[in-house]
């Protein structure tokens, strides 16, 4: 009777560990920006699958600003679609991620790439968009800031003390 206890107690933890882990890989992602830069043209939700919208955000760049992979994936697409040029990273969650309206490629189709990977160079705009089972979906609430605990500076003329170091937050 006490062996069967146990070995109940035993199932019923690993379930909990296992929904637990679950969970943790299904979080929501926070993400660096792919580029430094405002953004300048939001999502707009097109009303049906074929009507007008905007399909991402984009954001001002400088010229040739890197554009990096927001998180770890493999490049499913690169090249150009109507004389513009396009990355799309799909992630192990099955995400798609699109990299356009960019001035240089630097990874091939088939490569897996690291969260932070140079994927090319951008050029006073760039194109960022996200699908999820094959909808588009707003990514900027995917996006991170900066976020430091305020401190106090002295006013005593004693030396300023570094603050903490910031961290990457999605929380609005």
Not at 18 to 31: D, K, L, Y
Not at 62 to 89: D, Q
Not at 126 to 137: A, C, E, N, P, T
Request: glycine share 14%.
């Amino acid at each position: 009777m006490m062996q069967g206890r146990a070995l109940l107690a035993v199932g019923t933890a690993m379930s909990i560990l296992t929904f637990s882990f679950g969970a943790v890989a299904e979080a929501t992602p926070c993400w660096q920006p792919p580029v430094t830069g405002p953004i300048v043209d939001p999502f707009r939700a097109p009303p049906c699958r074929y009507c007008a919208g905007h399909r991402g955000i984009d954001f001002r760049t400088g010229a040739a600003s890197a554009v990096r992979s927001v998180a770890a994936g493999r490049v499913a697409f690169s090249g150009p679609v109507a004389g513009t040029i396009y990355v799309v990273v799909e992630h192990a969650n099955g995400w798609k991620l699109t990299y356009g309206e960019l001035s240089g490629v630097r990874v091939r189709r088939g490569v897996s790439v690291a969260r932070g990977a140079v994927l090319g160079t951008a050029d006073g705009r760039f194109h960022f968009g996200l699908r999820v089972d094959g909808r588009y979906r707003d990514p900027e609430p995917y996006l991170g800031h900066l976020v430091g605990r305020p401190r106090l500076v002295p006013i005593d003329g004693t030396a300023r003390r570094s603050g903490p170091t910031p961290v990457w937050s999605c929380a609005r």
